[in-house]
């Protein structure tokens, strides 16, 4: 006599499961891995980088002699210590130092009196003659 239990096939352990309906979508890469994705995000970062370091010199190409700026008593890193005096007069204070590798450095100090009491700064820090950059406090 038979059971119902021995006229089932037995079960196999490390048997392959059946595909499913869609074999396309279940071998598809994840998006971030298709080829497309991947080239538009490299281009997209790729002008970026190329947009961060054309912005640097992007003034300079648009103004070269920093003519339009000196006229507006605005300075911008880059300009000479000809250029700066010629667009903010001179400074109150210079200090000069000079790094190990014997580079020359400047620190130029305005002072801007607004009456007896209030006074403001403004600081440009040059290398070599040229303006690499500034603040000022209110």
């Known amino acids: 006599m038979t059971t119902h239990r021995e006229s089932q096939a037995p079960a196999v352990p490390n ?12 071998t598809a890469p994840p998006f ?3 080829r497309e994705v991947r ?15 054309g912005w640097r010199f992007l003034p300079g190409l648009l103004d070269p002699t920093f003519e339009k700026h000196i006229q507006e008593k605005r300075v911008m890193a880059g300009m000479t210590k000809d250029q700066v005096l ?9 200090h000069v130092s000079h790094t ?7 620190e130029w100090i305005y002072e801007d009196w607004k009456d007896a009491s209030k006074v403001s700064h403004r600081y440009l820090y040059f ?5 690499v950059g500034g603040w000022f406090s209110k």
């Open 32 to 34: 971030l891995c298709r």
């Open 39 to 53: 080239v538009t995000i490299y281009m997209l970062l790729g002008t970026f980088v190329l947009l961060m370091l």
């Open 15 to 26: 048997a392959p499961q059946t595909a499913p309906a869609d074999a396309s979508a279940a």
């Open 86 to 94: 010629k667009a903010w007069g001179g400074p109150y204070t210079i």
């Open 127 to 131: 290398e070599e003659g040229l303006l």
């Open 100 to 106: 190990d590798a014997g580079i020359r450095r400047e």
